[in-house]
């Protein structure tokens, strides 16, 4: 039963434009979520995150966006350039000390120059 | 400060054969993590320490040893390794501080049981 799911899994757009990642949970006791960037032959890196008591977390040209009704969250990236291609997870915890993050598949994203 | 720490970066093992993955920080993080990806997966968590002498398993621990003797090391031990343990598996750490609950990870091993 996959908790946190990204159903696309891959994006192409061109450089300078927008790109939406999106992001679904079914776990209701889901208060943290992050979106991690990763390349090739690399470690995830942490991008940016949100608490549950937030719908909006923005930083430099990364947002993300929860809407907790829907339990969704989207990350926006503008303006997109070339470097951003990379695999993105979105995870998310439940908190309670543990810290243990739930990943999903991620999602290929391609900004073609 | 190097971060996270992986070795090997590469292994192959033969079925039946054991080995330790090693991982280190030098952040002072009291919670560390291990993580397998397999193709086209996302991450899943094998085991997690919050602290030097406690671990606990996380969502797919058959197979897999851990301890934690101190703070800096935390290594990842397979005993008899099987083709289903070929995966690519990453080590993190963290330090809770208010609702932060970034991980930090490392390169990565990538490891083919044949």
């Known amino acids: 039963d996959q908790q946190v799911k990204q159903n696309s899994p891959s994006l192409s757009v061109q450089e300078g434009r927008i790109s939406i990642l999106n992001c679904d949970y079914t776990n209701s006791m889901f208060d943290y979520f992050l979106w991690y960037k990763k390349y090739p032959a690399e470690g995830p890196t942490f991008l940016i995150s949100?608490?549950?008591?937030?719908d909006k977390n923005e930083d430099g040209r990364f947002t993300v966006f929860l809407n907790k009704s829907a339990k969704h969250l989207s990350l926006h990236i503008v303006p997109s350039q070339p470097g951003d291609s990379a695999v993105y997870f979105c995870?998310?915890?439940?908190?309670?000390?543990?810290?243990?993050?739930?990943f999903g598949k991620g999602m290929k994203l391609t900004v073609n120059p | 400060n190097a971060g996270v720490t992986q070795t090997p970066k590469f292994r192959i093992l033969k079925i039946g054969q054991s080995m330790t993955l090693q991982c280190a920080q030098d952040m002072n993080h009291n919670y560390m993590y291990w993580y397998r990806q397999d193709p086209g997966m996302g991450l899943k968590l094998i085991y997690y320490?919050?602290?030097?002498?406690?671990?606990d398993k996380g969502e797919v621990p058959n197979g897999y040893n851990v301890s934690r003797s101190t703070t800096e090391d935390f290594p990842l031990r397979l005993e008899l390794a099987a083709p289903s343990q070929t995966s690519v598996y990453f080590c993190?750490?963290?330090?809770?501080?208010?609702?932060?609950?970034?991980?930090?990870f490392g390169p990565g091993t990538r490891l083919t049981v044949t």
């Open positions: 949100i608490s549950s008591i937030k």
């Open positions: 995870a998310a915890s439940t908190g309670g000390g543990s810290e243990k993050l739930v």
């Open positions: 320490s919050v602290g030097a002498g406690i671990t």
């Open positions: 993190a750490s963290s330090h809770p501080a208010g609702d932060s609950y970034e991980q930090y």
